[in-house]
């Protein structure tokens, strides 16, 4: 089965400081891949979702960009965080439809 | 705007209790439709999965789906203190890739 890794779990880092979230899965090949932000007592916002190496689609336009340099690699960046990127920030894969999570990966902007 | 609706709670339920839990969805093209829970600080779990009108069921779990009236729902028989999480309704809307997700249910099972 497919195993999904997000690193770091948590984060602190100041405003205006860069960031980089990486994604990476095991056990499938090209998988359509993920990122969703959940903030505080919110549900789940769609950023980007990947459906192979360097194709990108985003969802909502923002302080946020994401690339896949490789088939089970996707990456979530930003050159300048905002305290409105705080959130919990979680990559996932498609299979049969079905979302499956990563870990995700606690982001605090402060 | 295609949304999926869900209470926010938080549900109270002594424990050994049924849980109902309902989430509505505006996009009559839906076809696919999940139920997932988030412990809090974790990420969602896909615990049901509900294709076709009628009840599934999985276990201590139930999934109702009604397209003509557009809800879907989860029942939790015998619930425990450790089905206390938020349950996250997910829906499979028409032209959009990834899977719709309402705001989520707290619920909570006292003992």
């Known amino acids: 089965s497919q195993t999904i890794h997000q690193w770091p779990a948590t984060l602190v880092q100041p405003v205006g400081s860069p960031l980089s979230l990486e994604c990476t899965v095991e056990g499938t090949s090209n998988p359509n891949l993920y990122w969703y932000r959940q903030a505080a007592g919110r549900g789940l916002q769609l950023l980007f979702y990947s459906v192979g190496i360097g194709q990108i689609s985003s969802e909502v336009p923002q302080n946020l960009s994401a690339s896949r340099p490789q088939d089970r690699q996707f990456i979530l960046s930003s050159k300048k965080l905002l305290l409105s990127d705080s959130g919990f920030y979680l990559c996932?894969?498609?299979?049969?439809?079905?979302?499956?999570f990563g870990q995700g990966t606690r982001l605090t902007v402060v | 705007q295609k949304e999926v609706e869900q209470n926010s709670g938080p549900l109270s339920v002594p424990e050994g209790a049924i849980a109902s839990l309902n989430c509505t969805y505006s996009d009559r093209g839906s076809q696919s439709f999940f139920w997932y829970r988030q412990y809090s600080g974790k990420s969602p779990e896909l615990i049901m999965s509900i294709y076709s009108n009628g009840d599934k069921e999985d276990g201590r779990f139930t999934a109702q789906l009604n397209k003509a009236s557009q809800y879907v729902s989860l029942l939790i028989r015998d619930s425990q203190p450790s089905d206390s999480a938020t349950y996250l309704c997910?829906?499979?809307?028409?032209?959009?890739?990834?899977?719709?997700f309402g705001s989520g249910t707290r619920l909570q099972v006292q003992p």
């Open positions: 996932a894969l498609d299979e049969s439809r079905k979302a499956f």
């Open positions: 997910a829906v499979s809307e028409t032209g959009r890739r990834a899977l719709t």
